[in-house]
């Protein structure tokens, strides 16, 4: 079957049928049109064409907007489909403005899902369905032609830990199943926004069409949204298509309309689209993170050479003032904002923060690595979140910002575990009277803040450069309590491909997992690769390029934890002596020794003074057993998950991990 043809597969079985009901006088066309595409495929694309002309009369006659009429051609294209599809009451397309932002608030406070926070400025609180509460990574789907193009073939046929695969055929299906008709009585909002500076050479544009002012409102605050993506668009016509609606259920909660049990998130990056169904929550919903920026995103990086990655980015000045910029790969809920926004404790040390979950990455001509954080806001985990572990979220969030699932103080604030002590009359994130002596949260561990980037105090000067910020080294970690020293250097960039390729850590409650399994999620990525994850480590593989100045990769891990399960490293601030040892490495310092794993700093060389007692003998132990098993399991999960699809540097690289152990 054409390519064409299959991806237009809801015009037949969705549009058609209601385009019937949307426009009598074209009965006997769309009669018609039926019996064309019954009889013969090779009419299949006329009677599309045919459709789609009726299509447009019938919207005309439904009188959308003047506001759609000016849209670029393409934009109005798919608005009008999408409005075919859902069959909004209206259609409003968003222009970013402080009054349609004033608007917007006042509706949700009128359906009951936003309440005011009156103790801070331009603050609000949404509690969501109790089931609509994080990312649904086993309903999130990639489509391609071929299995293959999405997951490794190790797992052909079956379930991969590393993506799922559905075919054009189902995905057309599990639209045509969910869309039709789903946004009647609501407004369909349009949000032309832009990942990254718009302008800037290494942005991309995207229009999500939602049924959910919440959506509409957070990405207002995570991209850059309205008429100036709107001017872009007449210049470069290239934009991600993200539909999204909140679904409809039986029982639906006041102010959080969702449908759990049908909630789909669907990518098709041949075609760039992007469909999510039933969810309002976060990575489900705000389709420019999670969607865009990273499995979509992955894609485009790899046919146009570049790297989409899940790095927070921060620029570090040391006491001489030698600036670097580093990116992190952390998996979810495991520091990544804690890092970006770091007070260091080692004098002299300034930290300045570019961006705390996503990173766009690209060499520039001199063979600089360049990076941009395509993101305009902080969607960061409100617990855990104090001002001795991250005074600067602390200074960030209590203005212009959204809580998610938090838990309410009865002088109208928020309160989330970790936070400090509990106030007396505390509303927990679902609404009840809670205190202390209760055996549950307070606020849902996953409950966040969505915060404007420019609130933070520490923004770095060149975060919206649209040339990038240069990237000296890269950091990889995860949450490891036991076996895994506190930093070791990879000895080359084959070696550091292959430590994201076995980045293990506990799971969090960013997704549907049961917490403190350790899990393989390799470059953070687990949740996020746009297409097949051997084909990704060749694509990391291909970097080095003659001119190139490679970035140092690193492994860190700031959980490991000793016999009594005490953490044996205070983390936080502290963390800023790791990035001291990090940018000795990056000016060519001798400060290393070598050991099984890789380089760690030679003695003395990590500064610990004024730290106390720090067992770095402990820290940076390699026990023989652990990592005997660690290499089996990751050569477990090399041929199980990914199979021949794995580059053969990644064999040889495990080949001399195994031969170091044993040697050790
Ligand atoms: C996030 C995540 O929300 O990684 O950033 O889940
Ligand atoms: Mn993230």
Same mark, same amino acid.
């Given at each position: 079957m054409p390519k064409k043809f299959v991806s237009n597969i809801y015009y037949h079985s969705v549009l058609i049928p209601r385009l019937q009901t949307h426009n009598r006088q074209n009965r006997k066309l769309f009669k018609m049109v039926y019996f064309i595409t019954r009889i013969s495929k090779r009419f299949a694309q006329v009677a599309i064409n045919c459709s789609r002309a009726a299509h447009q009369t019938a919207l005309r006659g439904n009188k959308l907007s003047p506001q759609v009429a000016a849209l670029t051609p393409k934009v109005r294209a798919f608005v009008e489909r999408s409005a075919a599809l859902c069959e909004p009451e209206h259609v409003h397309v968003c222009d970013g403005s402080e009054a349609e932002a004033s608007a917007l608030l006042q509706l949700m406070q009128n359906q009951g899902t936003l309440k005011a926070l009156p103790k801070y400025d331009n603050c609000w609180l949404a509690r969501t369905d109790p089931v609509d509460v994080a990312r649904v990574e086993s309903r999130t789907y990639i489509c391609s032609e071929h299995e293959r193009d999405v997951v490794p073939v190790a797992r052909a046929g079956q379930k991969s830990a590393l993506g799922n695969y559905i075919t054009p055929p189902d995905y057309d299906k599990a639209v045509a199943e969910r869309f039709?008709?789903?946004?009647? +009585?609501r407004t369909m909002y349009v949000i032309p926004f832009?990942?990254?500076?718009? +302008?800037?050479?290494?942005s991309k544009i995207g229009v999500e069409v939602t049924d959910s002012p919440y959506v509409v409102y957070s990405m207002r605050v995570m991209t850059r949204i309205g008429a100036s993506v709107l001017e872009a668009l007449r210049k470069d016509e290239h934009f991600v298509r993200c539909l999204h609606s909140v679904g409809r259920s039986d029982s639906p909660t006041v102010g959080w309309p969702c449908d759990p049990a049908r909630t789909i998130i669907l990518h098709r990056p041949a075609d760039n689209e992007i469909v999510s169904y039933g969810s309002g929550y976060g990575g489900n919903s705000l389709l420019g993170k999670k969607c865009f920026a990273l499995r979509l995103g992955s894609v485009l990086a790899r046919r146009e050479g570049w790297l989409a990655e899940h790095m927070l980015i921060v620029g570090v000045t040391d006491p001489k003032g030698r600036k670097r910029y580093i990116a992190a790969a952390f998996p979810s809920a495991c520091g990544k904002t804690n890092l970006a926004m770091m007070t260091p404790t080692l004098p002299g040390y300034k930290v300045e923060c570019v961006g705390d979950d996503i990173a766009w990455m690209k060499f520039d001509k001199h063979g600089v690595l360049r990076a941009i954080n395509p993101e305009n806001g902080f969607f960061g985990v409100a617990p855990g979140t104090s001002s001795s572990t991250n005074p600067i979220a602390m200074a960030s969030v209590f203005q212009n910002t959204v809580f998610t699932n938090v838990a309410e103080t009865n002088d109208g604030g928020v309160w989330w575990e970790g936070m400090g002590d509990a106030p007396e009359g505390i509303t927990d994130w679902k609404g009840k009277p809670w205190d202390?002596?209760?055996?549950?949260?307070?606020?849902?561990?996953?409950s966040r803040f969505c915060t404007?980037?420019?609130?933070?105090?520490?923004?770095? +000067?060149?975060?919206?450069?649209?040339?990038g910020v240069p990237i000296s080294a890269i950091l990889l970690g995860g949450r490891r309590p036991a076996g895994v020293p506190l930093v070791v250097e990879a000895r080359d960039w084959a070696h550091g491909v292959f430590l994201g390729a076995s980045m293990r850590s506990e799971a969090t409650a960013a997704a549907e997992h049961a917490s403190k399994v350790v899990m393989h999620d390799p470059f953070a990525m687990r949740p996020f690769f746009g297409y097949n994850f051997g084909e990704y480590l060749r694509h990391w593989l291909s970097m080095p390029q003659a001119g190139r100045q490679m970035p140092k990769i690193f492994h860190v891990n700031w959980f490991r934890k000793d016999q009594q399960g005490k953490f044996l490293w205070p983390g936080f601030g502290d963390n800023s002596r790791v990035l001291d040892w990090v940018l000795r490495r990056c000016a060519e310092e001798p400060c290393h020794t070598e050991t099984p794993l890789g380089y760690v700093p030679k003695d003395?060389?990590?500064?610990?003074?004024?730290? +106390?007692?720090?067992?770095m003998k402990e820290l940076f132990s390699i026990p023989k057993d652990f990592w005997l098993q660690e290499a089996n399991a990751i050569e477990k999960y090399f041929k199980e998950e990914v199979g021949e699809d794995l580059p053969n540097e990644m064999w040889d690289q495990l080949m001399i991990l195994k031969k170091n152990i044993q040697k050790s």
């Open positions: 039709p008709g789903c946004m009647r +009585g832009s990942m990254g500076p718009v +302008g800037s050479p290494l202390k002596t209760m055996k549950i949260p307070a606020a849902h561990p996953n404007p980037a420019s609130n933070c105090p520490i923004i770095d +000067g060149d975060w919206e450069s649209s040339e003395d060389a990590l500064d610990t003074s004024n730290l +106390g007692n720090i067992n």
